[in-house]
């Protein structure tokens, strides 16, 4: 397990467009140098999203501006061999729980696992792409508009995230839970991992088993029985790879 | 089915505390309207919350300034039997998933189901108890931190609700989906009810076939293929009592 998670690599954005910039843009430099140049085509996920081809065209345009070339896994007559062959993997945000049951629907995420922890294809997710990443969706803020089979999700990194990490605005009446305490209910339940909290600009990149935080925001960290730590963007993240989270 | 909803007697929250209020204190007066002066016991349901003693204490707390006894779910030797005898049900706010599960994992969903319908024994829910007494729990904001046997729910109305519904903030720079649009991903799947957006402070009361807007704020409707609509507090919303929602 030592062995094959050393050639993981994953880019988990928390959000897929930052406020008053376009798809993508806030992270285009961390996905240039993620995918690097070994990288031609990319295969995209466009689950999480209704509209898949409408899905499919907005990340093909802006990846196209990036160098890469992008295939659909949902145009793909055998979804699983399109896994195989990829050599790189991005998930796109939307809806979790939409998302988490195509993925099981066609059969990819045990082929996706492999790919990644075993042959090191680079796998980006964004906002419920990075959900999926994951032990489990339980931390999405998704409605959950359908069910899965599982929450279980892919499980590249032994831990959970929280994207669009939002804290409580003190000026608000709204007396919904906040995120804050959200995760807090979640870490009541008996055996759950720590969750990091990506706030909107922040993103994960992970290395082997190596974790460092990027992009302009902190990120905060829950862990079950500790208290919540905040981390600045460069900090690294490693401890989160280990077993114990 | 007619004969059986006309006993129907459901008054459904959206919030158990308003901001500035303590709980319960903007509902009181609908809540001893309700329960009235026949019902001298009321069953709550604390399973939404981790700590099941201290949420009943609330609970009782609250009810005895009105009036009520309150016997508390969790205490009883045998759930279905305390359902089976009760003269009201009240289940309270908290994580919707867990209070799902927790409802499956004690076997009483068929059983209150029955009590409300056909025996009209009085049901209040509040926020994630309200959840629960629709046809399922899609549309419910909490996080999915327990993973229930289905999100189907008791039944007692044949539409959704979305307690807590809050209006897009137009100065937020926070780029998450808004409640709007994850109601929207919800009706992009075939099929799927109607969605009353109660917003904090409001409540729905349905006697039989009759469904009334109570309380200080304005509902807003969700159906699929169709405009949304505003009602204002005192709105009849009967039609939603149908099967066509």
Redesign the interface.
């Known amino acids: 397990m030592m062995f094959t998670a050393m050639k993981r690599r994953l880019l988990l954005v928390s959000?897929?467009?930052?406020?008053?910039g376009g798809y993508l843009d806030h992270c285009q430099q961390q996905i240039s140098d993620f995918f690097g140049k070994d990288v031609r085509r990319v295969l995209f996920v466009p689950y999480a999203l209704?509209d898949r081809d409408a899905y499919t065209k907005t990340a093909r345009n802006k990846f196209q501006t990036l160098g890469y070339e992008v295939d659909s896994l949902h145009e793909a007559e055998d979804p699983v061999l399109a896994v195989r062959k990829a050599e790189g993997i991005f998930i796109g945000g939307?809806?979790t729980?939409?998302l988490l049951k195509s993925l099981y629907d066609s059969k990819v995420v045990i082929e996706i696992r492999k790919r990644v922890m075993e042959d090191g294809v680079p796998y980006m997710g964004s906002s419920a792409g990075t959900n999926v990443a994951t032990i489990s969706?339980?931390?999405?803020?998704?409605?959950?508009?359908?069910?899965p089979p599982?929450?279980a999700a892919i499980g590249l990194v032994p831990f959970n995230i929280n994207p669009?990490y939002?804290d409580h605005n003190s000026s608000s009446?709204?007396?919904?839970?906040t995120r804050e305490q959200?995760?807090t209910?979640?870490h009541?339940?008996a055996d759950?991992p720590s969750v990091l909290g990506l706030r909107?600009g922040s993103m994960l990149l992970v290395e082997g088993n190596k974790a460092t935080l990027l992009g302009t925001t902190k990120a905060r960290l829950f862990t079950r029985g500790k208290q919540t730590v905040e981390y600045d963007p460069g900090s690294d993240l490693s401890f989160l790879l280990t077993d114990a989270h």
């Open positions: 959000n897929s467009t930052l406020h008053g209704h939307g809806n729980f939409r969706i339980s931390t999405t803020n998704d409605m959950p508009i359908v069910y599982t929450f669009h939002l009446r709204h007396m919904g839970e959200r995760i209910q979640y009541e339940e759950t909107e």
